[in-house]
């Protein structure tokens, strides 16, 4: 059952990431990310990531593709037009591609192949560990987060307004 | 039962989906989107290790990822729109000066 719900939504992740490099369309494309996102989250469900999966859903494929989907609407984006004006990227891209996951899978693979495998239910990391984790031993880091949203909020603000002459 | 390394695998290809829509597509947007899906496949290295080594902090990492990521959005598209104003275009390809 683990191995069957795992191979499923890591079939869809896969073939959702593969139809957003395909996909002219920038709609298409964030639909077919909202389905990476969405396959990851039973992924965590599946390594007892409760609270990451929720927030997967609702802050990934809620809030931030709403985001994009806002934009590429109010931008009214239409299809990517094909510029041909790299030779050396047709010729290396798919070369190098192949190289870059090759490598990263050499060195992902090998130490973890063997050794026990995941479980569900092996390991449960719930709200309430990652609440208590959260506001004791990393206190620091979530306060500096405020700072940063609070930045990120003023900067776009201040980018985004209407020149007033 | 599922070897960790499947996942770490599963990371890895999305990673590197991530990184070629990142070099290939010709639309800022999706160039965007490519970035999301390379931060979502580390996500995933996060959590699977966090199981591995029955630790909550992988979690936190994931946490802090998103918070990040949602800033970042905010940001970045709030750019897009700036540099639309002003070259009513969203092809990268258009896009090679700096100047206004």
């Known amino acids: 059952?683990?191995?069957?719900?795992?191979?499923?939504?890591?079939?869809?992740?896969?073939?959702?990431?593969?139809?957003?490099?395909?996909?002219r369309h920038p709609i298409s494309s964030a639909i077919s990310l909202i389905g990476v996102m969405g396959s990851l989250a039973v992924l965590y469900l599946l390594l007892g990531a409760e609270f990451i999966a929720?927030?997967?859903?609702?802050?990934?494929?809620?809030?931030?593709?709403?985001?994009?989907?806002f934009v590429i609407m109010l931008l009214n984006?239409?299809?990517?037009?094909?510029?041909?004006?790299?030779?050396l990227a047709r010729v290396l891209g798919f070369p190098l591609f192949a190289a870059l996951l090759s490598q990263i899978v050499w060195v992902v693979y090998r130490p973890f192949a063997s050794g026990p495998g995941v479980e569900f239910g092996g390991f449960v990391g719930s709200t309430e560990a990652l609440g208590r984790a959260l506001f004791r031993d990393?206190?620091?880091?979530?306060?500096?987060?405020?700072?940063?949203?609070?930045?990120?909020?003023?900067?776009?603000?201040?980018?985004?307004?209407?020149?007033?002459? | 039962m599922v070897p960790l390394s499947w996942y770490l695998v599963l990371s890895a290809v999305l990673f590197a989906l991530g990184v070629a829509g990142f070099l290939f597509k010709r639309n800022i947007i999706t160039i965007f989107m490519s970035i999301e899906l390379m931060l979502n496949a580390v996500n995933l290295s996060f959590v699977a290790?966090?199981?591995?080594?029955?630790?909550?902090?992988?979690?936190?990492?994931?946490?802090f990822v998103i918070v990040v990521a949602a800033a970042e959005a905010a940001v970045g598209l709030a750019i897009i729109l700036c540099v639309f104003r002003n070259r009513q275009t969203l092809n990268v390809d258009d896009l090679e000066t700096m100047k206004l």
Do not use: D
């Open chain 1, 1 to 23: 059952m683990n191995v069957f719900l795992f191979l499923t939504f890591a079939g869809i992740a896969v073939a959702c990431a593969v139809n957003l490099l395909v996909q």
């Open chain 1, 54 to 69: 929720a927030i997967q859903v609702i802050v990934y494929a809620g809030a931030i593709m709403v985001l994009f989907v």
């Open chain 1, 77 to 87: 984006a239409g299809e990517e037009e094909r510029t041909r004006r790299s030779k």
């Open chain 1, 138 to 165: 990393y206190v620091v880091p979530f306060e500096v987060t405020s700072v940063l949203i609070l930045v990120a909020i003023v900067g776009a603000v201040v980018l985004a307004r209407k020149e007033i002459e």
């Open chain 2, 49 to 63: 290790f966090s199981y591995h080594w029955k630790q909550i902090g992988g979690h936190l990492f994931v946490f």
